[in-house]
């Protein structure tokens, strides 16, 4: 197994943006700070975190997804194609204007004139692989570090889920053509991070979800689309990035959604679990479990031998810390449906999804984040010889 794919703690990628970054941004986006001013204070909020993650004891580290201004920029801003336009601070902000916190969230203007993936838009010409975000992201925070760092894209079942193919006929005659499109973007930009000696790549997934959750089923039954055949593809499409990157360890995450503490999805892993795990050559499958909306873990049975699942019981979205008596008893249950040899754990989504964030402190976010490390360290043992690994591989890349 590789070095990476067999670690024990884990963070899922986007962390809060610090106060400084917030107020920087917004004086960019105004035109009272000037470029490159605002890629200095990016840049040394990026190496703020990397030690906020390097501090708490954490195996692998991201640079907080802090350039996006909702996780799935990744693509929508590295792409050309969309008829769509740049996401802003005022944007993304509105659209969790008046919602309650810890609710479940009905999405507003999925086809309002927003990004790229962050609502429905029509392409008008082919995708094409203009910058690659996860690439600039990856070359900055790199030098920082010595623990690995992980890199973060949105894959295709929720790229499809938000392309609207009703309107983009003149492109693209069908899905196939659509997913043959991003499955061939996605691997330039996987190409890339690979050869720039990136060595752990998570692809963002919180559509899957959408297929245990009967109102998100019925608006794609309702817009004419068989959602057996959407996931059907979605799992085609997610195995065609990932093949033949042999020195790349790819993770696998599932949400129910994750803007300012609130959820847009429920519903348990079963009728998708099998497919999932044995059809996706994912080595590590990063799984929401902080909730009853999440069900129990009885699909983990269908985890195959050398697959690790994270389990996601530390929760991004409240600032209650949780006690150690109750994570080593969840993962004890965990443990009767897949050996513990198999499992690790982290928070279950990331902690600021968009620039808005969770309803947490960062103190409070470090203090969850050490407390994946010192679960690990008490459910596992000291796991200083695989941090150790990773960062040898990461070295010699």
């Known amino acids: 197994m590789k070095a990476l794919a067999a670690i024990r703690t884990d963070v899922v990628g986007s962390l809060l943006r610090p106060s400084r970054w917030r107020r920087a941004r917004e004086e960019f986006e105004a035109g009272t700070l000037g470029a490159d001013d605002f890629a200095g204070v990016e840049k040394e909020c990026v190496a703020a975190l990397v030690r906020m993650q390097e501090d708490a004891g954490l195996e692998v580290v991201t640079d907080g997804e802090i350039s996006r201004l909702n996780f799935q920029d990744g693509f929508g801003a590295s792409v050309k194609g969309f008829d769509a336009p740049a996401a802003t601070v005022r944007e993304v902000k509105s659209r969790t204007e008046g919602a309650t916190p810890m609710q479940r969230w009905e999405i507003p203007n999925l086809y309002g004139n927003g990004p790229a993936i962050q609502t429905r838009r029509p392409v008008v010409e082919r995708l094409s692989l203009g910058r690659n975000l996860p690439l600039e992201e990856f070359i900055r925070v790199q030098p920082m570090t010595r623990v690995p760092v992980k890199v973060t894209l949105v894959g295709p079942d929720r790229i499809f889920q938000r392309f609207a193919h009703e309107g983009s006929k003149a492109v693209y005659r069908d899905a196939d053509a659509f997913f043959a499109d991003v499955v061939a973007v996605q691997r330039q ?117 050398g697959k690790v699942v994270v389990l996601g019981l530390i929760s991004s979205k409240i600032a209650e810390i949780e006690t150690m008596d109750q994570l080593k008893r969840r993962i004890d249950e965990a443990a009767k449906h897949v050996p513990l040899e198999q499992l690790a754990i982290s928070p279950q989504c990331g902690f600021a999804s968009d620039i808005v964030g969770n309803l947490l402190t960062e103190d409070e976010q470090k203090r969850k984040l050490e407390l994946v490390v010192e679960t690990a360290r008490q459910v596992w043992g000291n796991s200083g010889s695989r941090r150790a690994a990773a960062g040898n591989l990461q070295a010699t890349a």
Request: hydrophobic share 35%; glycine share 6%.
């Open 189 to 305: 930009m996987i190409q890339k991070l690979a050869d720039a000696g990136c060595r752990y790549v998570h692809i963002d997934e919180p559509g899957y979800t959408a297929y245990v959750d009967e109102p998100s089923l019925k608006i794609m039954r309702d817009r004419g689309e068989d959602p057996a055949v959407n996931m059907t593809k979605s799992i085609a499409a997610n195995a065609a990035i990932t093949r033949g990157f042999d020195k790349v360890t790819f993770g696998l995450h599932l949400c129910r959604g994750n803007h300012r503490s609130m959820w847009h999805r429920e519903g348990s892993y079963d009728a998708i679990a099998e497919r999932l795990f044995n059809e996706l050559p994912s080595d590590r499958f990063l799984l929401e479990y902080d909730s009853p909306r999440s069900g129990n873990f009885e699909p983990l049975r269908f985890v195959p031998k």
